[in-house]
C-alpha cells in the first residue's frame, strides 16, 4: 500500500467526520444531568454535547492518524526516489495533503482546548475538498525526482510553515463563517461571542507562523533559488497583501476595538485572499511559482 492508498482512505473518512458534524450542528443537545439526577442548566449552543458529535470528533481524530501514515510514506517514497528527506511539499498534489492533514489537526487542538464542536463541520468539510480534489484523476499522485530549485529545507520551511498559519486561518474561517450565519438567524450574545473569540485566537496563533513561512522563509528559499530575497512574482505580492490582510485583522480587533461581524466579515474575505494567493496565482497569474502543478 502506497501513500495514495491512505489519502483516499482519509478522504472517505474527512467525509464521514463532515457528515457527522453535520448531524451535530443540526442535532439537539443531550441532556446534561447532575450527580442528583437534576438536569444542568443549558449550556452556549456552541458548546452543547451530542452523540453525533462525539462521533464526528473519534471520526476525525482516526481520519487525522490515517492521514499522518500517508504522509509518513509519502516521506519514503520521495526518499527512494530523489535520495533526499523532506515534507512532501514540493507540488500541488503535496501540498493539497498536507493542508487537509494540518486542518483538522489544528481544529481538534481548537476543539479540545474550548469543547466547541460546531466549526467542525467547515474543518472537516474543507479537509475533504482539498483531500478530494489531491486524489482526483486531475492531479497525478506520481513521484517524481526532485529540480535542484526543490531540494532545499527553506523549502520546506517556507510551504510547511505558510499552510501551517492558513490552517488556524481555516478555522477563524469555519468561525466566521458560523458567526455570520447564527447572526442572521438570531443566535444569543454568547454563543456569537464564543465564536468571535474562537476566531480571533485561530488568527492570532496563525499569524506568526504565516509571518515566518510566508515571509522569512519564503525570502530566504528565493534568495536560494534565485538568487534574490524578494522581487515582486506575483505569488510573492499577493503573499504579502494576504500578510497585509490578517495584519488589519488584528490591528482593528486590538486597537479600534471591532469585534462580531466585522471582524467575521475580515476571517471570512481573508481566508478567501489567502486561498486565491495560493490557487488562483499559480493558475490565472504567470510567474516563477507556474511550476508548482
Known amino acids: 500500500m502506497d501513500s495514495a492508498f491512505f489519502f483516499y ?73 530523489s535520495d533526499f528527506w523532506m515534507l512532501p511539499v ?46 482526483s484523476p486531475l492531479l497525478s499522485s506520481e513521484v517524481r525526482p526532485l529540480v535542484p530549485a526543490l531540494q532545499s529545507y527553506w523549502l520546506v520551511l517556507h510551504v510547511s510553515f505558510t499552510l501551517g498559519g492558513e490552517a488556524f486561518f481555516a478555522v477563524a474561517f469555519g468561525a466566521g463563517a458560523l458567526f455570520l450565519w447564527l447572526q442572521r438567524r438570531g443566535g444569543n450574545l454568547q454563543t456569537l461571542k464564543l465564536l468571535d473569540n474562537l476566531g480571533y485566537k485561530a488568527i492570532a496563533l496563525g499569524f506568526p507562523l504565516f509571518t515566518l513561512g510566508g515571509l522569512v522563509f519564503g525570502a530566504i528559499w528565493a534568495q536560494h533559488a534565485w538568487g534574490r530575497y524578494w522581487g515582486w512574482d506575483p505569488k510573492e505580492t499577493w503573499m504579502l497583501i494576504t500578510w497585509f490582510f490578517y495584519a488589519l485583522y488584528l490591528h482593528v480587533r486590538v486597537k479600534w476595538g471591532w469585534r462580531d461581524a466585522k471582524t467575521a466579515w475580515l476571517a471570512v474575505l481573508g481566508f478567501a485572499v489567502a486561498m486565491f494567493t495560493w490557487w488562483g496565482v499559480n493558475y490565472l497569474l504567470v510567474g516563477l511559482h507556474s511550476y508548482a502543478g
Open 90 to 135: 514540493t507540488n500541488t498534489y503535496e501540498t493539497l495533503a498536507f493542508f487537509a492533514w494540518a486542518i483538522p489537526l489544528v481544529y481538534l487542538i481548537f476543539e479540545w482546548r474550548y469543547k466547541m464542536r460546531v466549526v467542525g463541520v467547515f474543518a472537516t468539510g474543507l479537509a475533504f475538498l482539498f483531500i478530494a480534489l489531491a486524489s
Open 9 to 81: 482512505l482519509s478522504a472517505v473518512g474527512y467525509f464521514l467526520a463532515f457528515v457527522f458534524y453535520l448531524l451535530h450542528l443540526i442535532g439537539s443537545p443531550t441532556e446534561q444531568k447532575s450527580g442528583l439526577g437534576i438536569v444542568a442548566v443549558p449550556q452556549p449552543w456552541v458548546l452543547k454535547q451530542t452523540t453525533w458529535g462525539k462521533i464526528a470528533t473519534w471520526t476525525t481524530l482516526v481520519t487525522v492518524l490515517i492521514m499522518t501514515v500517508g504522509m509518513v510514506l509519502r516521506i519514503l517514497e520521495m526518499h527512494r526516489v
